[in-house]
């Protein structure tokens, strides 16, 4: 029974990392990789630190489905939960935009502490929103962890269902491929740094109205 519910959930994974992530996650990441990254490396680098985090989510999340149904689904689905995690969702977007903006220095002492502790630190940046984005619910994760909630008998089954689902749309997902073509596309298509300097600072207006756009659509 254990193995069937592990190779149904990771199947499950696989499809939503090859479909509904690619739209969801996809432009959030390739947009930021684009605006910030120099090369594959720092593109793959990025990526995978977004991924991990997520996946961490999914785990701790499976973790408390394990424990209670009642409590994780009852949290998830709850109107006040997913309103308030999707504001802080579009709000971190809309500052990663909004940093990429403004470039390199920033006039404000306010933007440049923001801007060395998110923009030009991408293992931070990428460590919360990953972790912010894997939590934000959404009818397939929801779907996923009742389904944990009511079949893993204990936490620990919870967090080994998770990962079976997890590694699908967090680590095999064309996401990756993207956020390393990301790093490497800009580069060798802009070569005046000019126009590379306005790319980048597009791709910042291009994540600002994303995030504003998930605001828009809470409220």
């Known amino acids: 029974m254990v193995e069937y519910t592990a190779v149904g959930l990771f199947l499950t994974g696989l499809a939503l990392g090859a479909s509904q992530c690619i739209f969801t996650c996809g432009p959030v990441l390739g947009l930021y990789v684009a605006g910030t990254t120099d090369g594959w490396r720092d593109g ?19 973790f408390i489905a394990g424990l209670s149904s009642v409590f994780i689904t009852g949290i998830l689905d709850g109107h006040d939960f ?14 990663l935009g909004a940093l990429i903006i403004l470039g390199k ?8 502490l923001l801007k060395r502790h998110t923009v030009d630190d991408s293992t931070k940046s990428m460590v919360l929103l990953g972790f912010i984005i894997g939590i934000t619910p959404c009818a397939p994760l929801l779907g996923v962890l009742t389904y ?9 089954l919870g967090m080994f269902y998770s990962l ?20 490497v596309v800009p580069g060798a298509v802009f070569k005046t740094p000019r126009i590379y300097q306005f790319f980048r600072r597009m791709c910042g207006v291009l994540l600002l109205a994303y995030g504003v756009r998930l605001i828009i659509q809470v409220l």
């Open 44 to 62: 793959l680098k990025a990526t995978l630190i977004f991924s991990l985090s997520r996946l961490f989510c999914y785990l701790l999340l499976g």
């Open 82 to 95: 997913s309103f308030y995690v999707w504001i802080l969702t579009g709000s971190f977007i809309s500052l």
């Open 105 to 112: 220095d920033p006039r404000l002492k306010l933007c440049r």
């Open 148 to 156: 944990i909630a009511l079949t893993a008998k204990g936490p620990l």
């Open 164 to 183: 079976c689902f997890g590694i699908g749309p967090a680590v095999i997902t064309p996401i990756v491929i993207m956020g390393i073509l990301a790093g």
